[in-house]
């Protein structure tokens, strides 16, 4: 397992927490995430051998949030 913190901006709220779990939640090999609004950080424990973090990313962004790399 690989935890890593995403830098998220665009987070205001709870509905933003909301929209970025439910993102990602079904991935499979996602095991954990934690979304912390006022740091606009997603925190994901993750293994890599079933998931890139590319796609989690890919979801973030889908759900309207930009990911800073």
């Not at 994901?44 to 930009?66: H, N």
């Amino acid at each position: 397992m690989a935890r890593t913190n995403i830098q998220v901006e665009g987070m205001s709220c709870e509905h933003c927490k909301k929209a970025i779990v439910d993102s990602v939640k079904d991935m499979e090999g996602l095991q954990e995430i934690e979304v912390f609004i006022d740091q606009g950080l997603v925190q994901v424990l993750y293994d890599p051998g079933s998931l890139d973090l590319k796609q989690v990313k890919d979801r973030i962004k889908e759900a309207g949030y930009r990911v800073l790399e």
